[in-house]
């Protein structure tokens, strides 16, 4: 019968949470994206989409990882493209993502049971010189075709704060 009294709890719980995830008011995109197998095959380029309209403001860019704790190696290698507007390349970086700890294997980030996710400042106070839409591609760079445990990624931006 104590089920009932949960399952409510549980729900209110999860309305909360996803209420203050909306209510940040520097937040402008956030998006994840989950392989099929959790695996993230070579040719798939995940490629997110958001929108720009104060260019005044600097943002900070993040990936977002989601691995599990059986990945067969300590990080993860990521090139991303940002495209802008105007359709042209603004910038395409290398990142080395450190998903476990080097020397003991132990899983970093925040998760569960076998599951943990990462947010990586990728590109901090990025400028955005045009309103409109942008586009972030992402790219695993690792020296292999499937790469099994990884289950989604991510892009989040948020504007950068004032006092840097």
């Given at each position: ?42 040719q798939e380029k995940p490629t997110f989409e958001f929108q720009i309209e104060d260019t005044t403001q600097r943002y900070d860019v993040y990936f977002n ?100």
């Amino acid at each position: 019968m104590h089920c009932y009294f949960r399952f409510p709890s549980l729900l209110l719980g999860l309305v909360l949470v996803t209420l203050l995830a909306a209510c940040n008011p520097d937040q402008v995109f956030e998006k994840n994206l989950d392989f099929d197998d959790r695996t993230w095959a070579v040719q798939e380029k995940p490629t997110f989409e958001f929108q720009i309209e104060d260019t005044t403001q600097r943002y900070d860019v993040y990936f977002n990882v989601r691995n599990t704790s059986s990945y067969g190696y300590y990080n993860l290698y990521v090139r991303h493209t940002l495209i802008g507007p105007d359709g042209k390349q603004i910038s395409r970086l290398l990142h080395q993502m450190i998903l476990m700890d080097p020397q003991t294997g132990e899983p970093l980030g925040s998760g569960a049971g076998d599951i943990f996710d990462h947010q990586f400042l990728a590109l901090p106070r990025q400028q955005f010189h045009q309103p409109g839409t942008y586009k972030v591609m992402l790219e695993q760079y690792m020296r292999q075709d499937q790469l099994p445990d990884i289950m989604a990624v991510g892009v989040r931006v948020v504007k950068s704060p004032t006092a840097q």
